[in-house]
């Protein structure tokens, strides 16, 4: 089945340090790619919808300057926090769109738990 | 932008009971989809189901969508204690191939 491995799956970090994460699709190219952000007990927020060789289309409120989204190939894309604060510590999980069952169905990394000291 | 709410919220139930989750979406959909989520995990595709179809089962799921209501459920049957997680739906707008838009979740709790 198709997997997407995501890395690191918790990183701590001082304030003012950037931090990357990695999204991979390991068994399917992903052409779409996207970026949501959880926080406790809440549903997913879309942060970011990356696409292999362009621009990342980002969600109204999510600064772009601050969460650096690059989709270099078909199975890795990265969102890089720059200059992490306390307030970016959240929980953040990427998917990949594939074609299932006659339509789009993503697939889900494990996630990323960033803790912003 | 989150479309959908679900209820209830929470769940507890006991092993072997049933579990129905609902959830109310506002626009137009293309299908509508169920993941699960296990405490501080990614998500897991669970069913999906197109606007035109108003049931569709797997295993001990059924899922069921009111497009007149714009409601959807999804019934566990013959819960097991592993079934314990956030369940959420998520909806495909009708014109998008490919955004997804969560509901708020409802966490399912199945006591052994």
């Known amino acids: 089945g198709a997997v997407v491995s995501q890395h690191p799956s918790w990183v701590i970090c001082k304030s003012g340090t950037s931090v990357k994460i990695e999204c991979r699709s390991l068994d399917f190219q992903a052409t779409t790619m996207f970026w949501y952000r959880q926080f406790p007990k809440q549903s997913l927020m879309l942060m970011a919808t990356?696409?292999?060789?362009?621009?990342?289309t980002y969600e109204q409120g999510v600064e772009k300057d601050k969460f650096l989204i690059n989709h270099a190939s078909l199975t890795l894309s990265t969102l890089t926090v720059t200059s992490a604060h306390p307030e970016d510590s959240s929980f953040y999980i990427c998917s990949a769109s594939r074609w299932g069952a006659g339509a789009n169905v993503l697939t889900f990394g494990a996630g990323s738990r960033l803790t912003v000291l | 932008s989150q479309q959908g709410e679900e209820d209830p919220q929470a769940l507890s139930i006991q092993e072997g009971e049933n579990a129905t989750m609902n959830c109310s979406y506002k626009t137009s959909i293309n299908n509508l989809q169920w993941y699960r989520q296990n405490s501080g995990r990614g998500l897991v595709h669970l069913i999906l189901i197109r606007s035109n179809e108003r049931e569709k089962h797997s295993g001990r799921l059924r899922v069921t969508l009111d497009t007149s209501k714009k409601s959807s459920s999804l019934l566990i049957t013959a819960s097991r204690a592993a079934d314990t997680a956030s369940y959420f739906c998520a909806t495909v707008p009708s014109g998008s191939a490919r955004q997804l838009t969560f509901g708020s979740g409802t966490q399912l709790t199945v006591l052994p």
């Open positions: 990356s696409n292999e060789g362009s621009k990342a």
